[in-house]
């Protein structure tokens, strides 16, 4: 997969969507022997502390997770130890395969992600999950007593546990699942909801507005949205709410048939039923159900064409078409309303302009890739990094590499050749390109006009 530099990739996430595209002018960020190392845990006096080995000038590059307000979490112990200390990491959903644990470091409002993904992996993630681990110093047993989270200076509730924190994409609302004796809460805002013998899978809505959660009372499961609880389940999986949250959608499993359903309202029974993703608009969802071995979309209660496999359904910005890769026999296609693009050995994920349904993906030839814009294949690349939009939808960027050499390409211009090149970002005026470059022992950020 693309970029597996060991130490830094070129992306600032805040909560899961890509921050402002503005960069500064072209400068030199440092020298690769200043950004090997991560902090080190340190023991000053009984408490634990960070050091930096290194100057790290490229630590500014590593992905992030911020929140508006400052917000801290405490484990308070029964009986004090040599050094205790919390050790983090995000858990980064999405429609890849499997779910990435990251560790990360915390500084102030924001966690510092301190492991190399490849770029389609945090550009498709939907969801950042925060988790909080307690650590005794030379694995000295710790007994806490009680957890605590703090926003904006004011303490919320104690509990047993909070294994799982959750921040709103807009960064204002922050809530997390916990534990007290033998029932769990869902705490949003500082504020706890009712409890439940288990509580799991807390998201919030694209907008912040709403948010929504897993909740098992006796053996049945439901999802509760804004405090309201939907039917009764088997089981449930990961709510998605649309944008404004007016609607939720989730897979659920009754007795032992997999449906799609949309505000309590359950569809046709499948084998197995994937995550559901809405339009832009709110009025369409559609998701991937496999029946008798084969895999189709299903768009509200219509079903589109089964192939032996389907992934990654995604509606453009106008929520007019929908796209997903397609695969059948040893042949892959991007299908755009039910119309089929052109074969490859295999293609990625659909990318919509941020404006009206331009769509451009990665796709494979033989050894070959190559980035297709609006179903007409471009030149072909040793590999190439998932493209990127201008603000006006009419220019596509991406890094590709030659031989081992890698470049950032935008329509038919080529920046002069790397060792390695980060994502490529347009400012907000779609005039520039900008992207991380690793030139000998330089890191660099390069600039570079689009025309």
């Known amino acids: 997969m693309y970029a597996r530099w060991p130490f830094v990739i070129v992306m600032l996430f805040f909560l899961g969507a890509a921050a402002a595209e503005d960069f500064p002018d072209e400068h030199k960020l440092g020298d690769l022997i200043d950004g090997y190392s991560p902090d080190v845990l340190i023991i000053e006096q009984g408490r634990p502390g960070t050091a930096d080995l290194t100057h790290q000038p490229i630590m500014a590059l590593y992905p992030r997770v911020e929140s508006e307000s400052p917000w801290e979490i405490k484990a ?22 499997k779910t990435k644990e990251v560790p990360a470091r915390k500084e102030g409002r924001k966690l510092i992600l301190l492991e190399t993904l490849p770029t389609t992996i945090f550009k498709s993630a939907d969801r950042l999950v925060l988790k909080p681990e307690l650590k005794g110093y030379e694995d000295s047993v710790v007994t806490p007593a009680e957890w605590t989270v703090s926003i904006d200076g004011e303490a919320g509730p104690a509990f047993d546990e909070i294994p799982f924190i959750t921040l709103s994409p807009d960064g204002k609302r922050l809530g997390y699942i916990a534990q007290k004796g033998l029932r ?40 509760v949205v804004d405090g309201r609880r939907g039917p009764p389940f088997t089981r449930v999986g990961w709510p998605v709410l649309s944008r404004g949250g007016k609607s939720v959608g989730y897979c659920a499993i009754d007795g032992t048939t997999y449906h799609g359903v949309r505000d309590g309202k359950k569809g046709d029974g499948y084998d197995r039923v994937e995550r559901p993703v809405f339009s832009p608009d709110g009025k369409r969802m559609a998701y991937v159900a496999t029946s008798g071995g084969e895999q189709l979309v299903v768009i509200g209660d219509d079903e589109q064409e089964e192939y032996d496999g389907v992934k990654w359904p995604a509606f453009s910005a106008d929520s007019e078409a929908l796209a997903y890769m397609a695969r059948d026999g040893g042949e892959s296609h991007m299908v755009v309303n039910e119309k089929e693009g052109p074969g490859f050995d295999q293609v990625d994920f659909p990318v919509f302009a941020p404006r009206g349904h331009r769509l451009a993906y990665r796709a494979r030839e033989g050894v070959k890739w190559l980035m297709v814009v609006d179903k007409k294949p471009d030149r072909r690349f040793a590999e190439v990094s998932q493209p990127v939009f201008s603000p006006d939808g009419k220019k596509v960027a991406f890094a590709a590499r030659r031989g081992q050499k890698w470049v950032a390409v935008v329509g038919k211009k080529i920046s002069s050749k790397f060792d390695w090149v980060g994502r490529v970002r347009f400012d907000d005026a779609g005039e520039r390109v900008g992207f991380g470059a690793i030139d000998g022992s330089e890191t660099w950020w390069k600039v570079m006009k689009v025309e």
Not at 78 to 95: A, C, F, K, N
């Open 76 to 97: 308070q112990r029964v009986q004090e130890r040599l050094v205790d200390y919390i050790m983090w990491s995000v858990l980064v959903h999405g429609p890849f395969a």
């Open 184 to 223: 769990w809460y869902a705490v949003v805002d500082g504020r706890a909801g009712p409890d439940h013998s288990r509580v799991e899978k807390l998201v919030f809505s694209p907008d912040g507005g709403s948010f929504a959660y897993c909740v098992m009372d006796e053996t049945n499961w439901h999802v």
